[in-house]
């Protein structure tokens, strides 16, 4: 079985500073690796991939994530947020082969301060 | 292309009653999934369907199912509604011929009394 942790519930941080959203992830087999945003009231928005090549993936937003085997983590990073970065950010994998389920950490709250 | 559908919206339903959630996925997409996402547990996984068979299913009692039509359409039903049914449902689809990107619809707000 697969499983995903984020390892931090909330992150504050102040406009125009840079942040990471940590996730480590566990599985048998080998994952691609997702990020989700989801603003209020509104559905899961894809951020970025991993599927399989280079390690350093980037997304929309501004958004890139590193895969990282060896630590089995797939941080989220940004140089510079924005007010509008304000959101809950899920990191999520999938088997690569077999069960079209993903699997989902708790979540991790962005608050982004003037 | 237009994005994954779901309806209604809102729903507000008393314990006992059943209800019925509509997705329509992305136009070329076969596969849907459904996600039950509350404060408690996060996004847990239901069901996918591909090609109108369920492939895949989650830690959900039988008061939960759903189905699949020819047009990829897919409907979710839970029977028998409890309190703790109250939650986000989320749609997605992807092309489903093997682990894919699935897109997110924008939920159904199920609310039980």
């Known amino acids: 079985a697969q499983s995903v942790t984020q390892l931090d519930s909330q992150v504050p941080v102040f406009e125009e500073a840079p942040v990471e959203l940590r996730c480590n992830y566990s599985?048998?087999?080998?994952?691609?690796l997702f990020w989700y945003v989801q603003y209020p009231n509104q559905g899961l928005q894809l951020l970025l991939k991993?599927?399989?090549?280079?390690?350093l993936v980037k997304g929309i937003n501004g958004f890139e994530a590193e895969f990282n085997k060896s630590q089995t983590s797939f941080h989220l990073r940004k140089p510079s947020v924005h007010i509008s970065d304000t959101a809950e950010y899920f990191c999520?994998?999938?088997?690569?082969?077999?069960?079209?389920?993903?699997?989902f950490g708790q979540g991790t709250r962005l608050t982004i301060n003037p | 292309k237009a994005g994954v559908t779901q309806t209604p919206r809102y729903l507000i339903k008393t314990r006992g009653q059943q209800v019925t959630l509509s997705c329509s996925p992305i136009?070329?997409?076969?596969?849907v999934s459904w996600y039950q996402q509350t404060p408690g547990q996060g996004l847990q996984f239901l069901f996918e369907y591909f090609s109108e068979t369920q492939r895949n299913k989650g830690n959900f009692p039988g008061r939960f199912s759903g189905r699949q039509f020819s047009n990829s359409r897919s409907e979710m039903n839970v029977s028998t509604l409890e309190l703790g049914d109250s939650a986000l449902y989320l749609c997605a689809s992807s092309y489903g011929q093997g682990p894919d990107t699935q897109y997110f619809g924008p939920g159904t707000r199920l609310t039980v009394l």
């Open positions: 991993y599927l399989s090549g280079s390690t």
């Open positions: 999520a994998v999938i088997r690569s082969q077999g069960a079209q389920k993903l699997v």
């Open positions: 136009s070329g997409h076969r596969s």
């Open positions: 599985s048998s087999v080998s994952v691609y």
